[in-house]
């Protein structure tokens, strides 16, 4: 049979086209590091192109801001299928299994900041805190609403969670506030502390917030999974494999970023 199609190509005098190359369409922000920019120099756009060699496609983005109306405009459009980091309980996507957890950490300078290791240290009410602030109070970060229930507030300095998205790098400026001793003690996502504190004049402590969780709807520490739109099933089995595949590179990413990571084990032990 094979041969019969053979000849009717040569009859007709047709070649055979090749397959055009699968394109893994990505949602990203342009200018989000650690996380993701245009120039490519994120971790998550390092695991979207191990990805795409994984599946032999090539990575195609769609950029757009990572703040509100960011997943109707991309992935809920259709522009792109795949977000590369989102928390895994988020509803409105289907997720695969984390690929890591992180959690919220404690940044000071290492050889004269505060030692702080609980949300509980009485030295929080001495010192000043910078703390990454949404600005809507009903959706502010874990920090701003754990600070405010413990009534510490007047010594509270807000940054914006996009922070000033003129600038290169706007989640940055939290960590350099701690560097250059504006505030004495953050306490930020762990992998923006991670990546920024390397490139620091000074030497920086990064320490997981204590407790782990500091109600039943205030955690801490979260899983960190890709994201696509609800009902892809199959694009989700088939990501889970290549998570499962490339497991140890995607961890040597991590490691290179500076991502802190809590395993299940050690967020039950801090909690209990």
Request: charged share 20%.
């Amino acid at each position: 049979m094979a041969i019969v199609l053979g000849l009717l190509l040569l009859a007709s005098g047709s070649e055979a086209q090749p397959l055009p190359q699968r394109q893994l369409r990505v949602c990203a922000d342009p200018n989000n590091l650690p996380f993701s920019n245009d120039r490519l120099e994120g971790f998550e756009n390092k695991i979207a192109a191990l990805i795409a060699r994984d599946l032999n496609a090539t990575v195609t983005y769609t950029w757009w801001a990572q703040r509100r109306g960011f997943l109707r405009n991309t992935l809920k459009a259709a522009t792109c299928d795949l977000v590369i980091g989102i928390p895994s309980r988020v509803d409105a996507v289907l997720t695969t299994s984390p690929y890591y957890r992180s959690t919220y950490v404690f940044v000071y300078q290492k050889d004269t900041g505060p030692p702080v290791r609980s949300l509980d240290d009485p030295i929080l009410r001495t010192v000043k805190i910078g703390v990454q602030l949404i600005g809507d109070d009903g959706t502010n970060t874990p920090p701003a609403h754990a600070l405010a229930h413990r009534d510490i507030i007047q010594n509270v300095v807000g940054y914006s969670v996009y922070g000033d998205y003129a600038q290169a790098s706007p989640t940055a400026r939290i960590i350099e506030a701690v560097a250059q001793g504006a505030v004495d003690v953050a306490v930020v996502w762990g992998p923006i502390a991670g990546y920024f504190m390397q490139s620091q004049p000074v030497r920086l402590a990064v320490v997981p917030v204590q407790p782990p969780t500091d109600s039943p709807a205030l955690p801490f520490v979260f899983d960190i999974a890709l994201g696509m739109r609800r009902g892809e099933q199959a694009f989700r089995t088939e990501l889970e494999e290549v998570l499962q595949r490339q497991r140890p590179e995607i961890n040597r990413i991590l490691d290179a970023y500076g991502v802190p990571r809590v395993d299940a084990a050690e967020q039950r032990s801090a909690a209990q």
